[in-house]
């Protein structure tokens, strides 16, 4: 069986990896200046640590796109190669909205990116990407394409902490919704509400026999940091919000033991020998300095998946294949970064 680099890439948070069908692995995540997009290509995922990469996109100077350059994803969607990510504003850095990049041609790391704009709502349907929004992913289902996000609701400006829900549509585009968001999940439980924020974010969606499962991740982004699960038939209205039904307890956590904290905001992907894998990111120590944000030592994890009696996805560490490569564990080391 493969074995993974642990970590497969040091300080890259949000990870997302992403297989073609030319076969090559592609690679993006949200870079510790906060202020660019990159991606990476490799034959293999361990080739992802020591490829090149190439930045594409850099953040603009004032204005939208000027900050917070969080968790983007690269999708092979409609015919177009296509990065989603979040993007503050300067001045007001949490006026943090989904925006898209495009490919002007059929090959990612050489041809031009450009900027395809905020990502737009359906006519007639106002409240998508008007509050705090990010960690948009897409999946196709029986020729329709799906897009999951996380947004906050209704105190963006009022001084009150608010509430991280997910919520789902079906695209025209891949910039544009073609149906009216539907709330998929808010934090019900009390390993969602951890750290002093409530919080449903970081979305990702993988099949098997007959089901559709979506991870996410929940509370604030330290030790607490965990990843929940929802499940839906495959025959499923996926855009009926009583098709999803969300697991009772987190299915990935913190575990001192292996010095995995805060685990979360994975992707899932295929692997060297055809096998389900997942990215994700942790830290190795639970206690952070300061702004949680000027703490870059959360890495890019590689971890096999298996599947249950019930056939949902088993995220579980291996106490053999963490930590395999040696890395800078520094914890006074942060790069820094322009969040003024």
């Not at 999940?185 to 007959?210: A, L, M, Q």
Request: with cysteine; glycine share 8%; net charge negative.
């Amino acid at each position: 069986m493969a074995t993974y680099l642990s970590p497969l890439a040091t300080q890259r948070a949000d990870p997302y990896l992403y297989k073609h069908t030319d076969g090559k692995y592609y690679f993006t995540a949200t870079c510790p200046q906060y202020d660019r997009i990159e991606i990476r290509c490799a034959d293999t995922v361990n080739g992802i640590a020591q490829a090149t990469p190439r930045v594409v996109w850099k953040k603009h100077a004032l204005g939208a796109m000027a900050c917070h350059i969080w968790a983007p994803e690269i999708h092979f969607i409609m015919g177009k190669w296509v990065i989603y990510y979040a993007a503050g504003h300067k001045p007001g850095k949490w006026r943090i909205r989904p925006y898209a990049l495009v490919c002007k041609g059929n090959d990612p790391m050489k041809d031009e990116w450009v900027e395809a704009g905020k990502l737009q709502p359906a006519d007639g349907d106002d409240y998508p990407f008007t509050h705090f929004s990010l960690d948009t992913t897409v999946f196709e289902h029986r020729g329709r394409w799906y897009i999951i996000w996380a947004q906050k609701v209704g105190t963006e400006d009022k001084g009150i902490k608010p509430i991280s829900n997910l919520y789902i549509a079906e695209l025209a585009t891949p910039f544009k919704l073609k149906t009216f968001h539907v709330l998929l999940s808010t934090p019900d439980y009390d390993w969602e509400r951890d750290g002093g924020f409530w919080v449903n974010e970081g979305p990702s969606v993988i099949k098997h026999d007959g089901m559709i499962y979506c991870t996410f991740s929940a509370s604030a982004t330290g030790a607490c940091y965990c990843m929940g699960l929802l499940r839906a038939e495959e025959d499923a209205d996926l855009l009926d919000p009583r098709s999803w039904k969300k697991d009772r307890y987190p299915v990935c956590k913190t575990d001192e033991a292996l010095r995995v904290y805060g685990p979360g905001h994975n992707c899932f992907a295929v692997g060297d020998e055809g096998e389900p894998i997942c990215l994700l990111h942790f830290r190795s120590y639970a206690k952070i300095h300061g702004d949680p944000l000027d703490d870059h030592n959360r890495h890019a994890h590689v971890l096999k998946v298996t599947f249950g009696e019930d056939g949902a996805p088993v995220l579980a560490f291996d106490p053999a294949s963490l930590y395999n490569v040696k890395f800078e564990n520094e914890k006074q080391k942060h790069i820094n970064t322009d969040l003024k």
